[in-house]
């Protein structure tokens, strides 16, 4: 996990693709939660703006992103505002 913790700091893509990767294969909510409340968070704080559309364009779709990010992510005094008032957007509009 120290790889990918790495990779979350260091690149928006390749953080991405870690978070997106952890979030598919994670067995139950309470992985999905330990899941929001690491790497995810990271990714928000240090590449939010880059990877925020992405992240809820799949939302949209996948439940376990939805949950990921709906209810997942606590840690919002990291996040920048305009992340934030997406996140609080998406979470507050009913999933299809």
Excluded: C
């Excluded at 840690?75 to 996140?87: C, F, H, T």
Aim: hydrophobic residues 45%; without cysteine.
């Amino acid at each position: 996990m120290e790889r990918g913790h790495d990779l979350v700091i260091q690149s928006a893509d390749e953080g991405f693709a870690v978070v997106h990767a952890l979030i598919d294969r994670a067995a139950d909510e309470a992985a999905i939660f330990y899941i929001s409340a690491g790497p995810l968070e990271e990714l928000l704080a240090r590449h939010g703006p880059q990877v925020i559309d992405r992240l809820l364009e799949i939302g949209g779709k996948d439940p376990k992103m939805r949950l990921a990010l709906a209810r997942g992510v606590w840690g919002r005094n990291r996040i920048g505002s305009d992340v934030q008032e997406k996140l609080s957007s998406f979470a507050n509009t009913p999933a299809d």
